[in-house]
C-alpha cells in the first residue's frame, strides 16, 4: 500500500527564521511594476458633459482592449475611455504578467463546464494570444513581450500522478532541473500557449496605442450612476464630472462593484500577494539555470507562480488568497506581513541556493473572482450595454477577447464569440454576508487541507465539484 506524504514540501523543508529575516530586510511596500514605468502619461479628468458613440468604464486591460479594438474595427465612431485613478493601478498594472491563451482558466476547468464546445474555445484562445502578440509587433509597444511558455511542475507525489493522467509530456530529474533548477521539483509539464509582459507597460502602452487611434481618455473621472432613455435612446452614465452620453456602454470595472447592480454578486475580490527579489547576480542566475526564461507555476491547490523580469529579478507570488468580509477593495488589506513571510520562506525552500538574496518589493491587488473561475459577460438595457468581469486572476490575456466579445454583443453580431456557452449563460452568484465569508473560508480551509494530506479532498470540496462551485486561488 502506498504511503501518503504528510504535510508539504514546504512544511518538511523548513527555512531558519534568520534567513527569512535577511531576506526581508529593507523590503518596501510598493509595486515593482508600476514604479518600473517611471515619468508616464498623464490624462485630463473630464469637467464637461459629453456626447459619444462608445463609451468605455474602466482603464484596465478589458477597457483598454476594447477602446482599442472598437477604433480598429470603426476608425469614424468617437471613443471615451474613464478611469477613476489612473490608467493600469489596479490589478492590470500590479499582476504577475502570465499572457496564456487560455480563456478558460485551464483545460481542466474548460473541459469540465463546456465538453462539447472546449476545442473551440481552446481555439478561438491560441487565436487570441496571437494576436496580442502580432498587436504588440505592429504598433511597436514596449512592454517586454517574451513567448516563453509556462512549466507547470508537481511538487508532491500525487501531483505527479496528475501530471502523467493529463496525457501531456511529463518532464522529469535531470531534464527537467535542467529548465529551472529546484530540489522541490518532481515532475513538470511545458505548456507553450503562454507569454510573460510587463504588465503595468502593457497597460500604458495600450493606452497610448488607444490614443493614437483616436480614443479619448480621462482619468481621475469615476462613473457614479448609469441609466437608460427608454428602450434606443442613448445612456447616460455620471461621473464626478459630467455626464457622458452615449449609445453604447461597456462596462469594464472588474473587481470594483459593477454600475448594473444585477452583477455586483457575481465577483468577490481575493487579496493576491507578491515579494518581487533584487536583480540576480550572473552566479545566482546560472545557480537555477532557468535560460528558457519560462513562468513557473507549481501544482497545488495553494499554488505559487513565478517568474525573470527583464532585469532578471524574480517575481514570486501566490498561495495566500485571502478575502475580507464585507466585499471591499481597500488599500489596509495589501498589509499582510505574516502573508510576505511565509512566501519568502516558500521562496527560500525552494531555492535555496539562493540563499542571501534580498526582497525589494512586496505588494497585492484584488482579484475579481467568479464561482466558474473565469470571465462572465452579461448585457443591460436593451442590448445598449454590455459587462465582463470574473476573470480570477487569468485576465492578461482572456481580457482582449472579453473586449472582442463585449464589442460583438453592442453591434448586434451573431458570431462564433456571442454563440458560446460561457458567453451566453452566467455563472452561479455567491451569496450575501455572511455566508459567503462562511463559505470561502471553509474553502480556503479545506484546500490547505488538501495539500497536507495528499491531495484528498473532504466533503466539502467535493460537494462544490457535484456543483460546478468553489474558490480557487
Known sequence: ??????????????????????????????????????ERAAYPSLTRSIDTDLLVVGGGYTGLWTAVLAKQREPDRRVVLLEAQRIGWAASGRNGGFCAASITHGEENGRSRWPDQYDELERLGTANLAAIEATVAEFAMDCDFERTGELDVAIEPHQVAALRESGAEVIGGDALRALVDSPTYLAGVLDPDVALVHPAKLATELARVAVDLGVEIFESTRATGISGDGRQGPVRVTTTGGTVSARRVALATNVFPSLLARYRMHTVPVYDHVLMTEPLTAEQLASVGWEGRQGVGDMANQFHYYRLSRDNRILWGGYDAVYHFGRKVRPAYERRPETYRRLAEHFLTTFPQLEGLRFSHQWAGAIDTSTRFCAFHGRAMNGRVAHTAGFTGLGVGASRFAADVMLDRLAGLDTERTRLDMVRRMPVPFPPEPIASIGIQATRWSLDRADQRGGRRNAWLRTLDALGLGFDS
Do not use: N, Q, Y
Not at 502506498?2 to 514546504?10: D, L, P, S
Open 1 to 38: 500500500m502506498a504511503t501518503t506524504v504528510r504535510g508539504t514540501v514546504f512544511s518538511r523543508t523548513p527555512v531558519a527564521p534568520a534567513v527569512v529575516d535577511h531576506a526581508l530586510a529593507g523590503v518596501r511596500d510598493g509595486c515593482f511594476w508600476i514604479e518600473d514605468l517611471g
